[in-house]
């Protein structure tokens, strides 16, 4: 092919140039499960504005990229990973990088001594994968929450993988908010009431059990969404939180437990990531495969119910109502309107 100029001014719809400024810079993100990477796959994520590629190589090492090929800013996401060498090839020009940035000079066959490409740090705890971004940390660890929680459970699969047309507070407000429960996700988990007791904050962790009373679902709805059918009438959820990334809902059953790690970030200023991680208490494991499908289903419609809302709500305004539970909603707004606040403690 012959090189030219004019790939410069190709604008791919999905391209971002970062242009905002970094909502809650410094936080810890958690942008990525190892089963969502593949091997040797890129993956295109974007961070504040700015867009990223990560990809893991046969030894489960996982690297990141800026997404921009320093040459003539194509998208390296759309490149192929050449693994004689785990380095992503641009697929424009065909021009390669390692996890570092370092460009492969193929006549001379060797790696630049430079970092040509921008690296993204990461920060990969077991199958958890976060980074800080582009910006400086303000967080003293990592959280344990995923790994704590996920520890002796059956992955069982990711769920509600998309991204929302929403800005990140309103977005983090509607994880902080008990009652949409009962109206929002009225259909078909028949949820009758809500209550919830034992509310804790820690800085950027907190905690509470929520109580949910059921009606009974029709025969239709169990065998279109058969996971129903072990969810009893009455059970709790205990949350817990680690701010601003990570929502974790832990459900026992008679049958077992169900942990579920809802996951967001912020993609750019009016565009929200959102994505959760579910697993199983070992003793499923024999009704994990058979359930799997139904499981995930029931979460992808828990997502797209709140994602629905979320997109059809009109531009925030101060609330003129107050309800019992809004509380939880303000600290979690405190927390975003006065990032970084002292170092929070692990958890």
């Known amino acids: 092919m012959r090189k030219t100029e004019s790939y410069e001014n190709l604008r791919l719809s999905s391209k971002t140039v970062q242009t905002m400024t970094p909502i809650l810079p410094g936080a810890p993100w958690l942008i990525a499960h190892r089963a969502m990477l593949g091997v040797n796959q890129p993956y295109k994520i974007t961070l504040n504005g700015q867009d990223y590629v990560l990809w893991q190589d046969s030894h489960g090492n996982i690297f990141a990229l800026a997404n921009v090929c320093p040459h003539r800013q194509a998208p390296l996401s759309d490149g192929w990973i050449c693994e004689s060498r785990n380095t992503l090839a641009c697929p424009f020009h065909g021009l390669e990088f390692n996890g570092s940035g370092q460009f492969y000079d193929a006549d001379q066959q060797r790696f630049s001594t430079q970092s040509l490409a921008q690296a993204l740090p990461l920060f990969v705890q077991g199958d958890f994968v976060w980074t800080y ?3 400086e940390s303000q967080a003293t660890t990592i959280p344990e929450l995923p790994q704590r929680l996920s520890q002796e459970m059956c992955f069982v699969g990711i769920a509600g993988d998309r991204s929302i047309s929403a800005d990140f507070l309103s977005t983090l407000r509607i994880n902080y908010d008990f009652h949409h429960v009962a109206v929002t996700h009225r259909h078909p988990f028949r ?15 907190a ?16 065998l279109q969404r058969p996971v129903l059918a072990f969810s009893p009438q009455t059970y709790s959820n205990q949350f817990e939180y680690h701010f601003p990334t990570l929502t974790s809902l832990s459900t026992e059953f008679p049958a077992g437990k169900i942990i579920s790690l809802l996951v967001i970030y912020p993609e750019t ?25 139904s499981i995930i289903d029931a979460y992808n419609l828990i997502v797209e119910q709140d994602v629905t809302m979320l997109e059809q709500c009109y531009p925030q305004a101060s609330a003129k109502i107050r309800l019992p539970y809004d509380g939880i909603i303000s600290d979690a707004e405190t927390l975003y309107r006065n990032w970084p606040v002292a170092s929070p403690r692990d958890c």
Request: aromatic share 6%.
């Open 269 to 293: 200023e009016h565009q929200t990531r959102t994505f959760t991680l579910l697993f199983a208490q070992v003793s499923l494991s024999l009704l994990v495969p058979l359930l799997r499908r």
């Open 191 to 205: 949820i009758a009431q809500v209550t919830v007791e034992g509310y804790e904050t820690d800085g950027y962790h």
């Open 207 to 222: 905690q509470l059990t929520q109580h949910v009373v059921r009606d009974r679902n029709t025969l239709g709805e169990l």
């Open 133 to 135: 971004g582009a910006t």
